[in-house]
Structure formats: C-alpha cells, structure tokens
C-alpha cells in the first residue's frame, strides 16, 4: 500500500497554525500524515499532535510515519466526532486544527476503491470502506433523490438529464461500475459540455460527498472544533470545491462578527462580541512552483481564523 502524502500548501499551513511546541494539535483529515508529521515535528514533549481519519488505510499509513513521535497519537475516526474522542481523553482545550477536506491522491489513485472516473472500478467511494457505497446510491436512490443531491452537491446543471438516464439503465440492469456510470453519464449531457472538462467530476463529485456525508460533516465540525479552541488558537481548512468555501467562508465570517444591530441603532442591544479574528480575509492558494509539482492543488484553497 503507497497512501501518497503530498501536503497541499504545507508552509502556508504551519505558518497559519503558528505552533506553539508545547501546545495539542489536530489533523481532523490526517490522510498519509504530511501535515502531520511536520506539526508533530515542530512540537516539544510537552505537545500533543492527535490525528483522525475515517480511512482505515489512511490510519495505517500515519500510524507508521508517525511511529517516532511519542506525541503524536492518531484515532480512526471521522473528523466530525473529533471534539468528542478528545473530551474522552480529558482534553478541553486545543491549540490548533487543520482540515485538508476531499480525497486524497490514494483513494484517487487506487481503482478498487472506486473514487475515480478515469479508470473502470468497482463503484463504491467509501472513504472509511462501510457503510452505503455509491453503487447503493446510483441503484436504490429514487430520481427525484438523486437529481437534488447532484444539483445541490455539484451544481451540475445537467442533473435532472442525469438522474433520469441512471433510472432508466438500471432498470435494465444494476450499475456497478464507475466505467457504466460515466458512460450514462456522458450520453446524458449534450456535447457541449464535454468539451472543456470531463463530464463526469461533477457528478462523481456529488455522490462521493452523499456517500461520506461530507457537507453534513463539515458543518457540525466546524462548531465543534472551534469550540475547544483555546483563546489564541487557530484553525485551518483546505477546500477544493466552492460548497465546501462557500461553507467555511460563511462560517468563519459568523464567527468573526461582533453587534448586529441595525446602523441606526444609537447602543448596541444585542450584546454579540466577535468570537474569532480572520487570518486571510482572502482564500490562500497554491503557488506556481506547487501547481508545478502537484498539479491537485489548483483547486486548493486555504482559510484561517484565530480564536478570540
């Protein structure tokens, strides 16, 4: 197994965090440990770096990398009952957490697990590998189901003539592989969507984030993690998609958002106080000498806040 561990932005990440060596960090999508490793590598014995991952190879992987840290602990888990595991080591507080939401490039890159639509595979895109796969979505979900979730999780334009072809093919036989689904796929969009970009990532997109509930995930974590943030801490999110953005965008501006009493007001009444401070009022991006070297990371975009 080669979970490929290229960290997105790496510097701009350990620079955002601004590690204090003794303080508890958490890598909430710890993948094959890149970010991990460097923040583990930053911290005293004092410090604590504990890593999550939904991904059972994605554990196996860091476990090993991070062997030589005495620090640094990593837990099977989704990211979303991160505040909970860490409450239940009697952990309140931490110092820092990152977020590097999508698929890595070994879920991507290994065709049994069914993530890509370049190669034919199984079709599953299951990131913890149980539960629903996508082949249960693609074959159980009624039209109207599958419509929403690929206009609501991809922006495809396109949905309706999507989910209506998906209906009908697999009413004549089940679709088991991502080869079948981009196949119906492209049939259902007309050619002139095919012509900048293939027809199927967004599709594919939006049925890997129903399958792994990532948006419902992202969300509650987002109140939870910042909630144990220490005054001081700092918390970091890496997103490929405008969804995801658009999300920690809005949630970061809420966060950072003090009185909101009409500008009529003579006093404040409602009595809010900002809670948290913009690093980047901007979304940080790549580079041109990473683009060069990992050309995933264009879509990358990094947002920061400080705990007040």
Do not use: W
């Not at 990593?74 to 110092?95: E, K, P, T």
């Not at 690929?150 to 309706?160: G, L, P, T």
């Not at 809005?250 to 009444?269: A, H, K, L, W």
């Amino acid at each position: 197994m080669n979970f490929q561990h290229k960290p997105i932005m790496l510097k701009e990440c350990i620079d955002g965090l601004s590690i204090n060596p003794n303080g508890i960090y958490v890598d909430g999508t710890v993948g094959g440990a890149g970010h991990s490793f460097e923040i583990a590598s930053l911290l005293s014995a004092k410090g604590k770096l504990i890593g999550f991952d939904k991904d059972p190879d994605a554990v196996m992987t860091a476990s090993e990398r991070l062997k030589d840290f005495k620090n640094a602990r990593v837990f099977l888990s989704d990211y979303s009952d991160a505040a909970n595991v860490l409450r239940g080591m009697s952990v309140d507080g931490i110092n820092g957490v990152l977020l590097d939401l999508g698929v890595s490039s070994y879920q991507l890159d290994t065709p049994e697990r069914g993530f890509s639509y370049r190669v034919d595979a199984p079709l599953d895109m299951r990131m913890s590998q149980t539960g629903k796969s996508a082949a249960d979505v693609v074959n159980t979900y009624s039209k109207e189901d599958l419509e929403r979730i690929i206009r609501e999780n991809s922006e495809e334009r396109f949905a309706y003539r999507i989910a209506d072809l998906i209906v009908k093919e697999r009413e004549k036989k089940p679709i088991e592989t991502t080869g079948e689904l981009s196949e119906i796929i492209s049939r259902a969009v007309p050619a002139f969507s095919k012509r900048e970009k293939n027809p199927s990532k967004r599709t594919f997109q939006a049925i890997r984030m129903e399958v792994n509930e990532e948006l419902q995930h992202l969300s509650d974590s987002l109140d939870s993690l910042f909630d144990i943030l220490l005054p001081g801490g700092r918390f970091a999110v890496i997103t490929f998609h405008s969804l995801e953005d658009r999300m920690v965008k809005e949630r970061f501006n809420t966060f950072s958002t003090g009185c909101t009493c009409p500008p009529d007001f003579p006093i404040c009444v409602c009595g809010k106080k900002p809670r948290g401070r913009l690093i980047n009022r901007k979304p940080i991006t790549a580079d041109e000498e990473e683009l060069e070297r990992n050309p995933r990371a264009k879509s990358a975009k990094l947002r920061i806040i400080e705990k007040l």
